[in-house]
């Protein structure tokens, strides 16, 4: 015997007890063909089993189907009723109270509350509970529901599969509605989660019953009307389903995009309720189609028996035609009289209607597992073994390792928590011309590849809501260009947030980037903040404008330079040029032409050969030329302290003396710059600091020590030389020499001074081009103070180029 626990009913009516009597059986309402539907395939498969004569031989299965009503309580009281028998009264006897059960296996329940209901009641009698529509994925539990089986895949995949749809349209934005049952709180918490993990945030998530007041009704419609997602995503029941599109239909709530489950979405029934097409275009997942040979002809043969016919019955078929028997106690109102000879052809309903075939095949294989689970415990062969008691426990053991083909060829089996193969079709809602929605299959979901795998949509066009072509577009947020990345809004979920620009220096190369990537330090961002670019390598180069005119004056130094010595050499027996020491000015001129040769060094690419070149060469070259000065300076006070009488000075500072203070003063420098290089000496440099978008290439001076030393150096003897040149600014000679070094070394000093903090303040190339400055100055200053006065004379005033105007105690007129 097999049991079968169908809802005839959808609903029933409210009873409030006193609780003074007994309460009253259930009264249901609101017939339900889909239940006659289910009755009548596990009757068919029951036929064909009893007509086979390999499966089962000799062995004829027999049925009792009750009507649960949709109801828990109801549900429970017929699984007892089939556990235990119908038996109201206990008979006293004497035979043992252990006996099987008066059936091998029960169908159903439809909806999953009740299943788990049932299966928590009957799970410790160990009998098998199969069932053809509860998808909840707790009932997977087998330490809760250990005898419960489905022929229906477990929502633990359908809701996985429906999120990844819904990422797979770039939905990260949706509402969500459930049925508040087992079924969608327990589906949709599945579904919530698969979505977080894959970027999707739920703008609302609300349940609704049957039976809930208008007011609630009335306060999930607010929301929906108050949300901005426009994609909702439902774990709904038919029932619950039509309670929400009508009311959305009063109030105009029309264009959303509905994502459904197996249990409407390819349900023509629902299409047939949906008289405004709020759900036109709507998308999801359907168990895939099939067609069972006989089954819908053994469906539709219904005939009354009047000898037989029983209240439901009658009530099932004054339903169906829209008919009413003589002396019917049924409520139905109807203007015709039912003959028992109505015929079905032409009639459209749901009964008629075959769009729930798959799960027809559902309680067709739910049967036919029990059957080979029975053939197999018999032993069957050509005959089986009668003499066997039938025991609950075994016979679910074998139905657990059941595995055959049907004659469609479909394998059945099931896994160890009770469940099939996960395969969904991927049904989409189009509308027809004639108002009939066409359920098509746009693709394929197999829950047992590889995740990159599962899902296959095929290339077929899509209709949405609203008739629409294009996909619908429902994010919080549009996403965030390559250059930007994403900051969350405050207070909202991680699908709400700003697209703020990446920092200087920092790219995204992707859509929705949530951070900005730093540049290596030799790149930096482009405009658009989406790719990085080489810096430009900045140096003081001979090509720039910079470059090109220091470079002009370095050279026109040096002609000058080259000029002054050339009129000093033509003219080296002039007293003029013999009055001071004609070597020391010979080798002044020359050290002016190192100096001014010098700041070439420092244009062009920073290299090392250059960095040490560039302020060692500076160093000791104005090191020889302070020198020379100084022993000028040193010479004209000796030259009139050798005046006076008695005074023997001149001896102990001849040429010979003066050559060796020059020697000996340029000997400090350069040891100075060898300590410099050998300790710690300038090298080339990339400066990533100064500038962002730029790299500058300078030479790093090593060691500080070393370059202020040389510095310090060159201050020292210019600052000696100047109080000494001060001291003798007065003497008496009409050429007083002095004076015109004391003019050159206040421009040195002041040059140099203002370097410092010029030099240290100026960033990158022009921190060179300070110093290239300071040398073309200073220099400059030395050969127009010290040497143009005399080239005057020379050229212009020759008759003054004598010994005796040289010697004149008369104040000299130059200018």
């Known amino acids: 015997m097999l049991g079968g626990i169908f809802s005839f009913h959808s609903r029933w009516k409210d009873r409030q007890d006193t609780h003074t009597h007994r309460p009253l059986p259930l009264q249901c309402t609101s017939l339900n063909f889909r239940g006659f539907q289910y009755a009548q395939a596990m009757l068919f498969a029951i036929e064909e089993i009893n007509n086979s004569t390999d499966l089962l031989p000799g062995i004829s299965l027999g049925y009792k189907i009750y009507d649960a009503c949709a109801s828990i309580s109801r549900g429970v009281k017929v699984a007892l009723a089939l556990a235990n028998g119908n038996e109201l009264v206990s008979a006293l006897s004497e035979a043992p109270c252990t006996r099987p059960a008066q059936v091998q296996a029960i169908m159903g329940e439809t909806f999953s509350s009740p299943c788990?209901?049932?299966?928590?009641?009957?799970?410790?009698?160990?009998?098998p509970l199969i069932s053809h529509f509860a998808t909840c994925a707790c009932l997977s539990d087998k330490t809760k529901y250990p005898s419960f089986l489905r022929t229906i895949p477990s929502d633990y995949y359908q809701s996985r599969a429906l999120a990844q749809l819904v990422k797979h349209f770039g939905w990260t934005w949706v509402g969500a509605i459930r049925s508040n049952d087992d079924y969608g709180n327990n589906g949709m918490a599945t579904f919530t989660e698969t979505a977080q993990q894959l970027g999707i945030c739920l703008e609302y998530s609300v349940s609704v019953f049957r039976a809930d007041p208008p007011d609630k009704i009335q306060k999930i419609v607010g929301i929906i009307k108050a949300s901005t997602s426009k994609v909702i995503v439902t774990f709904l029941s038919p029932t619950e389903l039509y309670v929400i599109i009508d009311q959305l239909f009063l109030h105009n709530l029309t264009g959303y995009q509905w994502v459904g489950t197996e249990a409407w979405i390819f349900d023509s029934y629902t299409a047939a309720m949906d008289r405004h097409h709020i759900l036109d275009g709507a998308i999801g997942l359907s168990i895939p189609k099939a067609h069972v040979s006989g089954m819908t002809e053994f469906i539709l043969d219904v005939k009354p028996l009047n000898s037989s016919r029983n209240e439901l019955f009658t009530e099932f078929w004054e339903t169906l035609f829209n008919c009413k028997f003589k002396q019917s106690k049924s409520s139905v109102v109807n203007q015709s009289e039912c003959t028992g000879h109505e015929d079905?052809?032409?009639?459209?309903?749901?009964?008629?209607?075959?769009?729930?075939?798959?799960i027809f095949y559902n309680v067709y294989k739910g049967v036919y597992a029990v059957a080979h689970a029975l053939h197999g415990f018999l032993s069957c062969n050509k005959t089986c073994n009668h003499k066997m008691q039938l025991d609950s426990l075994t016979i679910l053991k074998h139905i657990r390792k059941i595995q055959f083909k049907t004659k469609e060829g479909d394998e059945v089996y099931f896994n160890e928590n009770g469940d099939p193969a996960a395969k969904y079709e991927i049904i989409n809602w189009q509308p027809t011309e004639n108002g009939i929605v066409d359920f098509v299959t746009v693709g394929l979901h197999d829950a047992s590849l590889p995740a990159d795998k599962q899902m296959n949509l095929q290339n077929k066009s899509l209709i949405w809501a609203q008739n629409s072509q294009q996909v619908p577009l429902s994010v919080c947020s549009e996403k965030c260009p390559p250059g930007t990345r994403k900051v969350l809004q405050k207070g909202k979920p991680v699908c709400c947030y700003d697209c703020l620009r990446c920092a200087d220096g920092e790219i995204s190369n992707i859509t929705d980037s949530i951070t900005c990537v730093r540049c290596d330090p030799e790149f930096w961002s482009n405009e658009r903040r989406d790719a990085c670019v080489k810096k430009e390598a900045e140096f003081l180069s001979y090509e720039e404008i910079m470059g090109a005119l220091l470079t002009a004056a370095s050279l026109s130094g040096t002609f000058i330079t080259a000029v002054v010595a050339l009129i000093f050499f033509r003219y080296r027996q002039t007293p003029i040029v013999r009055a001071n020491n004609s070597e020391l000015s010979f080798l002044l001129l020359f050290s002016l032409v190192l100096c001014f040769l010098c700041s070439l060094t420092f244009i062009g690419r920073p290299s090392e050969w250059s960095c040490m070149l560039r302020h060692t060469a500076f160093g000791i070259t104005f090191v020889l030329c302070i020198s020379c000065v100084l022993g000028k300076t040193i010479v004209v006070l000796m030259a009139f302290r050798a005046t006076l009488p008695g005074s023997n000075v001149m001896k102990w500072f001849g040429p010979a003396q003066q050559k060796l203070s020059v020697l000996g003063f340029t000997l400090?420098?350069?040891?100075?710059?060898?300590?410099?290089?050998?300790?710690?000496?300038?090298?080339?440099?990339?400066?990533?600091?100064?500038?962002?978008?730029?790299?500058?290439?300078?030479?790093?001076?090593?060691?500080?020590?070393?370059?202020?030393?040389?510095?310090?150096?060159?201050?020292?003897l210019a600052m000696l030389c100047f109080i000494l040149a001060f001291l003798a600014r007065k003497l008496p000679d009409n050429f007083n020499e002095a004076k015109f070094i004391t003019f050159s070394m206040l421009i040195f000093c002041a040059v140099w001074i203002t370097f410092i903090p010029a030099y240290v303040s100026s960033p990158g190339k022009f921190s060179v081009a300070v110093e290239i400055f300071a040398i073309l100055a200073s220099s400059f200053g030395l050969l127009i103070c010290i040497f143009i006065p005399k080239c005057y004379i020379i050229l212009l005033k020759p008759e003054r180029n004598t010994k005796k105007n040289m010697m004149g105690k008369e104040a000299p007129k130059l200018f």
């Open 116 to 127: 788990m209901a049932i299966a928590t009641v009957i799970g410790p009698f160990h009998i």
């Open 344 to 358: 079905l052809t032409g009639l459209q309903n749901s009964f008629t209607d075959m769009s729930l075939m798959p």
């Open 668 to 716: 400090i420098q350069v040891l100075i710059c060898v300590l410099w290089l050998t300790i710690s000496p300038p090298f080339p440099f990339k400066n990533f600091r100064t500038f962002n978008d730029k790299i500058i290439l300078e030479c790093a001076l090593g060691s500080a020590v070393g370059f202020w030393a040389v510095l310090g150096y060159i201050g020292l």
